[in-house]
């Protein structure tokens, strides 16, 4: 009765850690494409409302689900706390906090992270070229994630279970 027991909570365990794999890989377009929208929201602020920055990362984050608006609230708030923080640096550092919790790779933070650098920091039309550049640098990257997710989703789900169930026969 308790090897039954056992051999159940493994093949339950093992089946989760493969449903969880496969659900993370599923996050990540869908993170990246809420990423790629608030980017172009933020080109539309600043290109046609010609909103200040820090105002333009605000309401930019004010209509996008999490983690998008988070990072770009804290940017926003950071900009507007007086502790002489340049617009770069408190980019890097909103990324570095709020990366952690997405399902997002180093492709996508480069990225991010690059048109940190040059926002802010030169006029209205070649911040919308940056924007648009890094727009498109996300796209490629997304397609790359439905890609992956499309081949390794449903085998990370078998996995799970083939792996518990050898787990399983070993034990007993």
Known sequence: MVKLIGAALILFAGTMIGFLQASRLSLRPRQIRLLIH?????????GYGYTPLPEA???????LPEPAASLLTEVSERLGEADGLTFRECWE????????????RGAEQAAFIRLGAVLGASDRMD?????????????TEEEAARDEQARYG????????????????LIV
């Not at 929201?41 to 600043?46: K, Q």
């Not at 550092?93 to 997002?104: C, D, F, I, K, L």
């Not at 449903?154 to 026969?169: E, F, P, R, Y």
């Open 38 to 46: 608030a980017l172009q929201r933020l080109e539309t602020e600043i």
């Open 127 to 139: 911040q919308i070229k940056h924007l648009r550049l890094a727009v498109q640098q996300l796209s």
């Open 57 to 63: 990362l605000s309401r930019s984050a004010a209509s």
């Open 154 to 169: 449903n085998m990370c789900k078998s996995l799970g279970v083939l792996i518990a169930a050898l787990v399983v026969i």
């Open 93 to 104: 550092r909103s990324v570095s906090r709020h990366w952690p919790s997405t399902a997002m």
